[in-house]
């Protein structure tokens, strides 16, 4: 029951402290559930950011039931995934009773500007964190590189291309060379 409680309380204050959505809450969920409390490794945090971001749903809440999942089953996935819905979903009730006067509050409109950057500094640090941890192959960093070649252009010129389109070409393009290494590497283990 302590587990629960705290994947619960856990969440909990990673949704109640953490603005601009699940890529913000990334780096948050690896210092916690990686380093502090070591629930998963960083191999595991990478590909669970794969998978989240390839599944529907957002991104935090695919993370936080999956650690959940791997601590306590069912239980500790929902525990967890509740954690990390209530505060977002209480403060965006609290907001959404008093939206109108409350953006017209200038401190306020003044403090959500500098939460757009603090937002952009947590997810440039979970994207440096991420690719130091990447494996130091080839094909991979190849990979990575092109898809920001071709992501850059796409934000600049806000050409309508979802970034879901470039993780999928990235996986098709990955799942074509190891179909074309793995008969190369039969060939050359039975010579």
């Given at each position: 029951m302590n587990l629960l409680l705290d994947l619960f309380?856990?969440?909990a204050k990673i949704g109640l402290f953490t603005f601009g959505g699940g890529y913000a809450m990334i780096?948050?969920?690896e210092n916690t559930c990686v380093e502090k409390k070591q629930w998963i490794t960083h191999d595991e945090?990478?590909?669970?950011?794969v998978i989240a971001e390839s599944t529907p749903g957002p991104i935090a809440i695919n993370c936080a039931t999956y650690v959940g999942y791997k601590q306590k089953g069912f239980a500790g996935a929902l525990a967890a995934t509740i954690g990390m819905i209530?505060?977002?979903f209480c403060i965006i009730f609290a907001i959404s009773r008093f939206l109108d006067r409350f953006l017209e509050i200038t401190w306020i409109a003044h403090a959500f500007q500098g939460i757009k950057i603090a937002v952009g500094i947590l997810i440039l640090d979970a994207a440096i964190k991420m690719l130091q941890k990447m494996q130091k192959k080839l094909m991979p960093r190849a990979i990575m590189?092109?898809?920001?070649a071709a992501m850059l252009p796409i934000n600049i010129f806000s050409v309508g291309i979802s970034s879901i389109i470039l993780m999928l070409t990235a996986g098709l393009v990955s799942l074509i060379i190891f179909m074309i290494k793995k008969p190369?590497?039969?060939g050359g283990a039975a010579k």
């Open positions: 309380l856990t969440f780096a948050l969920i945090m990478m590909t669970i950011t209530l505060p977002s590189l092109c898809g920001f190369a590497a039969k």
